[in-house]
């Protein structure tokens, strides 16, 4: 049994109520670790430590920042094989999924923000030569960084990693679901030695521990991601104390496919969009749009291809899915399903718990595709978060973007078609905050992240997150002669 500790003050601690929560493996329903269950004690504690250091680390030189994050990011890749064995572990992704995407992503954040840091500039206001105005960055001090657990460590470094780049020191709260790689990354950062109290890694439930984050004074900003009901509660905390927020939160992505797209690069990314990592990335494309003229070619070929997908043991090579996060993710999937059949859709495969290799114990959903439901129900209108899809025929370009559009979120969509006039229309009156043509997921850091509507406030990314973790101060001299 494992035992994870906080990381605070440059200390590894016990949480102060010696209370610990159980982490689960979800390829077998098996405890094998235990994680601090902290509460408030503990996150003063670790907000007086982030205190403690903020004046010399804000002090430091941008070359030294950027020397911290770039050791960061290479034990990252140094340790990749150790931390993507503990992330599919954790989480129950695939050990592949973990290996090529997960781990290099993190110690591409740290090294993306050691660089960016360097050339990051304000700007300046000339004044018909009469005055100069320059903006002034300043580190904000304090801030917090929370987290959830579908992409662990690779969401986690995502924020952590520009806070540091600007001269903040960091209260973090990974999920408690998908607690280990946290703890790595803080012996990591001890290891290379950022100083004391720099980053504080405080582990538990988010009600105890975390929203501390949002009440707390000495807190000046929290940038978060996870659920839009938590979101709520943090911007309803944080907005008598105006703090600055970045929110990160749910969506219900729409994938719009027009006839005349290529068919073949379509089919096989779709599948990806739908059932990577378990359909557990806010970014998946959980309602599928397709053109009437070949909505039915498509049915087939999207069903057969998904019912070849396998779902295994994350830890073997040719498992395409492996196991669901935690029983209540697992129930609230499962709960979903039954629903859908209630509002009339009809299961077209999965539908059903699997037990791959004869395992009865994990956590395990096969992919499921869903057609007949109207645009307004539950199904269509509410996260699921899991390896569930719905179909929905459409006729022309209006009617996709009514449907697309027929969403409380409004976190990404993707659009196929080999029309370039109507990629750039459909782009444009999209509504959600990131859209992407003929691909999915592919990412350049420097650009924003985020969403509209329930699903964001706040751009990540670039310059975004680099400008987020300042405060800009306005200067300005007047060089008028008297
Ligand atoms: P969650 O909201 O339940 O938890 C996220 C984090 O918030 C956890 O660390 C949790 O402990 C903490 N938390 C819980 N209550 C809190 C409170 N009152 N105050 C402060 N923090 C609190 O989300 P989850 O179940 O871990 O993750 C799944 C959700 O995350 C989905 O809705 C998904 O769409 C969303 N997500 C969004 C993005 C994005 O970029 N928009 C990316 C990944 C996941």
């Known amino acids: 049994m494992k035992t994870i500790l906080n990381y605070i003050g440059g200390e590894f601690t016990k949480p102060k109520g010696n209370s610990y929560l159980d982490v689960y493996d979800p390829s077998n329903a098996q405890v094998y670790a235990k994680v601090p269950d902290s509460d408030e004690a503990d996150m003063q504690a670790a907000i007086a430590a982030a205190e403690k250091a903020f004046p010399s680390w804000s002090a430091t030189s941008l070359e030294e920042r950027h020397e911290f994050l770039m050791r960061i990011s290479k034990r990252v890749e140094k ?116 100083p004391k109290g720099v980053l504080n890694i405080v582990h538990g439930q988010g009600t105890k521990t975390a929203a501390v984050l949002s009440t707390h004074k000495a807190v000046k900003a929290v940038s978060f991601t996870g659920s839009t009901k938590v979101g709520v509660d943090i911007a309803t905390k944080a907005a008598p104390l105006f703090k600055k927020l970045s929110l990160e939160m749910g969506g219900k992505n729409p994938n719009i496919i027009f006839a005349d797209c290529d068919y073949n690069k379509m089919l096989q990314t779709t599948l990806r969009s739908s059932f990577a990592n378990q359909g557990q990335i806010c970014l998946c494309g959980s309602r599928i749009y397709i053109e009437k003229s070949i909505y039915e070619k498509f049915k087939t070929d999207f069903v057969q291809k998904t019912k070849a997908l396998r779902i295994g043991h994350p830890s073997e090579e040719d498992s395409d899915l492996g196991a669901i996060v935690s029983k209540p993710h697992f129930d609230k999937i499962m709960g979903h399903i039954k629903l859908a059949e209630q509002e009339g859709g009809r299961i077209l495969c999965g539908g059903k718990p699997v037990h791959p290799d004869g395992n009865t114990d994990g956590w395990y959903i096969a992919p499921t595709i869903i057609e007949g439901l109207v645009s307004g129900c539950i199904t269509n209108q509410e996260e699921i978060f899991g390896p569930v899809v719905t179909l929905t025929p459409f006729e022309g370009e209006q009617e996709a973007l009514d449907l697309a559009n027929n969403s409380d979120y409004g976190l990404s969509a993707t659009i196929w078609t080999q029309n370039l006039g109507r990629a750039h229309r459909v782009a444009r009156d999209l509504e959600a905050g990131i859209v992407w043509v003929n691909t999915w997921l592919l990412r350049d850091l420097r650009t924003p992240f985020g969403g509209m509507k329930n699903s964001g406030v706040g751009r990540e990314g670039g310059l975004e997150a680099l400008r987020f973790f300042t405060e800009p101060k306005n200067v300005c001299i007047d060089y008028s002669k008297t």
């Open 79 to 194: 340790d990749l094989e150790e931390l993507a064995l503990a992330e599919s572990m954790d989480n129950g992704k695939p050990l592949k999924l973990a290996r090529t995407v997960d781990i290099p992503r993190v110690a591409s954040n740290f090294r993306f923000f050691a660089t960016a840091l360097m050339q990051f500039s304000s700007e300046s206001h000339e004044m018909n030569g009469q005055a100069i105005n320059y903006t002034l960055r300043r580190p904000l001090g304090v801030v917090g960084c929370i987290s959830p657990w579908n992409l662990p460590l690779y969401l986690f470094s995502w924020k952590i990693a520009p806070a540091l780049a600007m001269g903040n020191t960091v209260v973090a709260k990974p999920s408690e679901v998908t607690p280990m790689t946290a703890f790595l990354l803080a012996k990591i950062c001890d290891e290379v030695g950022l």
